[in-house]
Structures are given as structure tokens and as C-alpha cells.
């Protein structure tokens, strides 16, 4: 979880993607931002965003945004960026959001009968 300055303006925003791109430079980043502190988000705060979401699912991970201040709802709305992020109320949730898909996959995979290719293949 990463909180969001206050202000993201150009040089904020360009500051921030220093300080998360060792993150996003993982495998599979699962990446939460809190705007709850934002008072001022600017189009370069809107871009950060968007690069980091991209950069994410480019590595198979995702971003999710939490507990947005009523200044970035807005101007995410206004945008029309709100629908490209999920959006949590909180950044537990958010989170939590991560963990809940990893073991249901891993049941599913678990539980999952072979095919009868797979059962040829194993013979």
C-alpha cells in the first residue's frame, strides 16, 4: 500500500513514480494507492496513474485505488479514469481484494479434474 500526496501535480507525480517503480518492476505487482490525502490532482497525477496501472497488468499484477479524497473522485469522474481502477472504500479492503483471488484459484487448479488429453498424456 502506497498513500498518494496531498498534491499531485507534475513534480509530485513525477517523484511518486520514483518512488513506486521498484515495485512496479516486480512479477505480478499487486499495487494498492491510497488518495485519501489528495487535495490536488492534476492531469501528470492522473497519467502516474494510468502508467502504473498499465505498467501492472503488463507484468500480470493490477492497482487498485482506496479511500479516494472527494477532490481525486472528482476529478477521476470528471476524467473518466474512475472505471479503468477498482475502487475500494478502504485500503484493507483493497488489499484484501488480492488475497481473496489467490486462493480460490489454487482450489480451483487443486479440484479441477484432468482432461482426458491430460489423463492420455500421464499414461
Avoid: W
Amino acid at each position: 500500500m502506497k498513500r498518494m500526496p496531498s498534491r499531485v501535480n507534475q513534480q509530485q507525480a513525477r517523484e511518486f513514480l520514483r518512488e513506486v517503480q521498484p515495485f512496479l518492476k516486480s512479477d505480478r505487482p499487486q499495487l494498492v494507492f491510497d488518495l485519501s490525502q489528495v487535495k490536488q490532482l492534476d492531469s501528470a497525477g492522473v497519467d502516474v496513474l494510468l502508467h502504473c496501472m498499465t505498467e501492472a497488468v503488463r507484468r500480470d499484477g493490477d492497482l487498485k485505488l482506496a479511500a479516494l479524497s472527494p477532490e481525486s473522485a472528482i476529478i477521476l469522474e470528471i476524467t473518466r479514469t474512475a472505471r479503468l481502477f477498482e475502487i475500494y472504500d478502504t485500503s484493507t479492503d483493497a488489499a484484501r481484494s488480492f488475497t481473496s483471488f489467490l486462493p480460490n484459484f489454487v482450489r480451483n487448479q487443486i479440484n479441477r479434474r484432468p482432461t482426458v488429453e491430460e489423463e492420455r498424456t500421464a499414461a
